[in-house]
């Protein structure tokens, strides 16, 4: 059955956190829609070689539009948790209270500090973020993906075959 899922991306993102999990979940008969804080602007990846043109500003969506959420890593998420209205925030607390899966990987699971709702969830994460997630409530992990009810975390790039994997298995 085919899940959409919103993916939120401002500059600056892991190039490869976006272009191996979409990848995947586009094979797998999913639809992938970008959102950002402007429609049809573009947001270039850390490697600058990445172009992705944003589909949907946040303004345009609710959580209830979509079956799942992927966050990518690099300073996207930190840019993204900069919007003064906390839209993005409020974007991901929905998905975390309604149960809908979270794909969050590296820096990623800042946005999900943002939602106030880790207190005793199991998660991973880049190191740096680690005492983040610990302050927000969150048990922290050093494994290649953790799964805790609908949050799959991964920490690096080197982890995306699992992440992809766990991902995926948590929208059949």
Request: aromatic fraction near 6%.
């Amino acid at each position: 059955m085919t899940k959409k899922i919103a993916v939120v991306l401002d500059n600056l993102f892991e190039d490869v956190e976006f272009t191996s999990p979409v990848e995947a979940y586009k094979q797998a008969g999913h639809e992938v829609t970008v959102i950002g804080k402007e429609a049809g602007s573009i947001v270039k990846g850390k490697k600058e070689n990445t172009e992705i043109t944003i589909d949907k500003a946040i303004s345009e969506v609710k959580p209830e539009d979509f079956d799942a959420l992927l966050i990518p890593g690099g300073f996207s998420p930190d840019l993204l948790r900069g919007d003064e209205a906390g839209r993005f925030g409020t974007f991901t607390k929905g998905f975390v209270e309604n149960e809908k899966p979270v794909f969050a990987i590296c820096h990623g699971p800042q946005l999900l500090i943002d939602t106030d709702l880790l207190k005793g969830k199991k998660m991973t994460s880049y190191l740096s973020v680690r005492k983040d997630l610990e302050n927000a409530g969150a048990t922290v992990v050093d494994e290649s993906v953790v799964v805790d009810s609908n949050i799959v975390t991964s920490r690096t790039p080197d982890d995306l075959e699992d992440f992809n994997r766990e991902s995926l298995a948590l929208l059949q």
